[in-house]
């Protein structure tokens, strides 16, 4: 069973005859998705294991060869899948350092002490990586706020214990 899921990419469509299948990569090195042999798919609420037998890039894509998926016919039943793997598998990080996905719901606070509301995703735009905030109930007219995360210049602190990221952003509504 899988323990505390993580996405980690997507299942993409088939290539070729052989079972061949190409994914696409949320790691921010792209290439990390392959450091995980053993992924998961959840398929009408049931987790599946699968096992990487084999991959390759071709053409600036990646591709994956699953252990008893042999055909385009068996392969075409996983496309469209999120691939997940889980917490466990990941490497242990050094102190004051975290993954993305520690930081959700986390609640965002600027030098005035206002908070913003909590954290419940964070986007890559390829320049840096932006929060997206659920703003408080109080503010119904927006209810999301996007604040980028530039170390110094707007994040000033990430307080793993107390679940809070400090921030040099002032409201704007």
Do not use: C
Not at 29 to 46: D, V
Request: without cysteine; positive net charge; hydrophobic residues 40%.
């Amino acid at each position: 069973m899988i323990n505390k899921p993580i996405i980690i990419g997507k299942i993409g469509s088939v290539y070729g005859t052989k079972g061949l299948i190409k994914i696409f990569s949320f790691m921010e090195n792209k290439k990390n998705i392959f450091n995980f042999k053993k992924i998961w798919i959840k398929k009408i609420n049931k987790w599946n294991e699968l096992l990487i037998k084999f991959w390759q890039i071709k053409n600036n894509n990646f591709f994956i060869l699953i252990k008893d998926i042999n055909s385009r016919e068996k392969a075409s039943i996983l496309t469209n899948n999120y691939i997940y793997i889980s917490k466990n598998q990941l490497p242990i990080l050094k102190k004051n350092n975290f993954y993305w996905y520690d930081l959700i719901n986390f609640n965002v606070i600027n030098s005035s002490g206002y908070n913003f509301g909590k954290i419940f995703n964070i986007i890559n735009t390829g320049s840096n990586d932006i929060l997206i905030i659920k703003k408080n109930k109080k503010f119904s007219y927006n209810k999301e706020i996007l604040i980028p995360f530039i170390e110094k210049d707007v994040i000033k602190e990430v307080n793993i214990k107390l679940k809070k990221i400090f921030v040099k952003w002032e409201k704007n509504y």
